[in-house]
C-alpha cells in the first residue's frame, strides 16, 4: 500500500519570500514518481512539478524547486519569490509501475500568500 | 488542445436519484481515471481505462457506481439511488499510455445530494 503524508494543513508567506511544503511518503515499490499538484480555490488542479524516483537531481520548474530525499521518503515543494497567485491548496501524490496508474494523494496544504 | 473537460460542473439531487457524469479526456489520451475529492481533502482514486477496457476499480467503487468508455474516448461515471455521502467532487483525469505519465485533470462535477 501506498500513502502520502502532509503535516502541513496550512502555511502562509509573504509575498517574494521563499516558503517550503513538506510531504512524506511510504512504498514498496521501486519505480515510482512523485508529483505537486496545485489547485486554486473553485479551479482545476494543476501539474506544478513532476520527479521520477531514478533520478539523482531535484526538478526544477522556474520558481518551483523540489528536494527529493529518496532514502528518507520525502518530497518537499520549495517556492521561491512567492506571488499572489501561489495561493491555493497544494498536493503531493505518488504514482508507480506495479501499482497500475492510480496516484495517491496526501491531504493537502493550503498556502496563503499575503501581499 | 482543450484539455480535459467535465459535465455539468455542477449537480444537485435528491437522495435516491440517478446521476450521469461525462468526461472528455485529452484527444490523443488513451488513459483516463476517476477520482473523488470530498471536502478538505485529497483525490481518492475510482478507476481507470486504458482506451474503452476498464482495468481498475477501487474498493470506493461499490455496486452502485458504474463507469464506461464505450469508444475509448468520453467517458461516463453514473451513479444509481444516490446517497448523501456521495456528495464531493468527481474528478476526471486523462494521460498517454504509459503509467508514469502524467495525468491531466479536469474542472471536476461537484455532486450535493440532498
Known amino acids: 500500500a501506498q500513502t502520502v503524508t502532509q503535516s502541513q494543513p496550512e502555511m502562509s508567506v509573504q509575498e517574494a519570500e521563499t516558503v517550503t511544503l513538506s510531504c512524506t511518503y511510504d512504498?514498496?515499490?521501486?519505480?515510482?514518481?512523485l508529483f505537486w499538484y496545485k489547485q486554486p480555490p473553485s479551479r482545476q488542479m494543476i501539474l506544478v512539478i513532476r520527479?521520477?524516483?531514478?533520478?539523482?537531481q531535484n526538478a526544477t520548474e522556474n520558481r518551483f524547486s523540489v528536494n527529493f530525499q529518496k532514502a528518507a521518503k520525502s518530497f518537499s515543494l520549495k517556492i521561491s519569490d512567492s506571488q499572489l497567485g501561489d495561493a491555493a491548496m497544494y498536493f503531493c501524490?505518488?504514482?508507480?509501475?506495479?501499482?497500475?496508474?492510480?496516484?495517491?494523494f496526501g491531504e493537502g496544504t493550503q498556502l496563503t500568500v499575503n501581499p | 488542445d482543450t484539455g480535459v473537460s467535465q459535465d455539468p460542473r455542477h449537480k444537485i439531487t435528491k437522495r435516491g436519484q440517478n446521476v450521469t457524469f461525462r468526461c472528455d479526456p485529452i484527444?490523443?489520451?488513451?488513459?483516463l481515471y476517476w477520482y473523488r475529492q470530498t471536502l478538505g481533502q485529497g483525490p481518492e482514486f475510482l478507476t481507470y481505462f486504458q482506451n474503452e477496457a476498464q482495468l481498475e476499480k477501487s474498493r470506493l467503487l461499490s455496486d452502485r457506481f458504474s463507469a464506461e468508455r464505450p469508444k475509448g474516448s468520453f467517458s461516463t461515471l453514473e451513479i444509481q439511488r444516490t446517497e448523501q455521502g456521495d456528495s464531493a467532487m468527481y474528478l476526471c483525469a486523462s494521460s498517454g499510455e504509459r503509467a508514469q505519465e502524467t495525468q491531466y485533470f479536469g474542472p471536476g462535477t461537484r455532486l450535493l445530494v440532498l
Open positions: 501524490a505518488q504514482g508507480g509501475e506495479t501499482s497500475g496508474s492510480r496516484l495517491t
Open positions: 512504498t514498496s515499490e521501486s519505480d515510482y514518481y
Open positions: 520527479q521520477e524516483a531514478y533520478k539523482q
Open positions: 484527444s490523443e489520451h488513451n488513459r
